[in-house]
């Protein structure tokens, strides 16, 4: 375990500024994958909102601020590299912006 500041220096952003960030709820589903800078991570860690980096609007995002699909932090974790974070979530309501539940629900069918 590690504290904040810790865990915000230990982050190795691209060369945008950005981490990858996986969301996945409290049974372990993965939710979605979004982007998080410095200040959108620090904020999440803080306030318990989780917040992103938008890539298309190029501004912060707060999860359901819209919608009202929020996410609210339970743990948050760094990957071995620095290079990937992983979020813990209580999602209300759908994760993704189709309606859907999680983001992937496309499942290659082999055969």
């Known amino acids: 375990m590690i504290l904040a500041d810790a865990f915000l ?18 049974k372990g589903e993965v939710l979605m994958l979004a982007w998080m800078n410095r200040d959108t991570l620090q904020e999440t860690l803080e306030s318990g909102e989780v917040t992103y980096w938008s890539r298309s609007r190029m501004a ?34 759908s994760a993704c912006h189709t309606g859907a539940p999680t983001c992937f629900f496309r499942k290659l069918e082999r055969g």
């Open 60 to 93: 912060r995002w707060r999860k359901g601020e819209t919608s009202g699909n929020t996410q609210k932090l339970i743990e948050a974790y760094i990957d071995c590299d620095g290079d990937t974070v992983l979020l813990k979530v209580v999602q209300q309501g």
């Open 9 to 26: 220096a230990a982050v190795k952003y691209n060369d945008a500024g950005l981490v990858p960030v996986i969301a996945q709820n409290e």
